[in-house]
Nanobody, 119 residues
Framework: QVQLDESGGGLVQAGGSLRLSCVVS????????VGWFRQAARKEREFVGG????????YYGDSVKGRFVCSRDIAKNTVYLQMNSLKPEDTAVYYC????????????WGQGTQVTVSS
């Protein structure tokens, strides 16, 4: 089992920045990748970005490339999502999720944190 706890959401003006944190616990040795997703009201869940636990390789959804950066601190069991140049359309509940080494999908999810970008 892996547990995730997001924090760092809030209200920010367009053009501003926020950093989300995701603390992972439990069987962290089994983690392959930690991903970030978001879901806006009345919209489908969208992939934002991800980072592999061991190598730190990152990848991003097209809508956030060049603005958002994923990073991790293994010693703190924490993954970060640095969000820059925020737009009102970035408003959503943001979730972190884990895919384990033996899995093919994201099986563990955090509770989500609200990000609201005002125009």
């Amino acid at each position: 089992q892996v547990q995730l706890d997001e924090s760092g959401g809030g209200l920010v003006q367009a053009g501003g920045s926020l950093r989300l944190s995701c603390v992972v616990s439990g069987r962290t040795f089994s983690i392959y990748v930690v991903g970030w997703f978001r879901q806006a009201a009345r919209k489908e869940r969208e992939f934002v970005g991800g980072i592999t636990w061991d190598a730190g390789s990152t990848y991003y959804g097209d809508s956030v490339k060049g603005r958002f950066v994923c990073s991790r601190d293994i010693a703190k069991n924490t993954v970060y999502l640095q969000m820059n140049s925020l737009k009102p359309e970035d408003t959503a509940v943001y979730y972190c999720a884990v895919q384990v080494l033996t899995g093919t999908q994201y099986d563990y999810w955090g509770q989500g944190t609200q990000v609201t970008v005002s125009s």
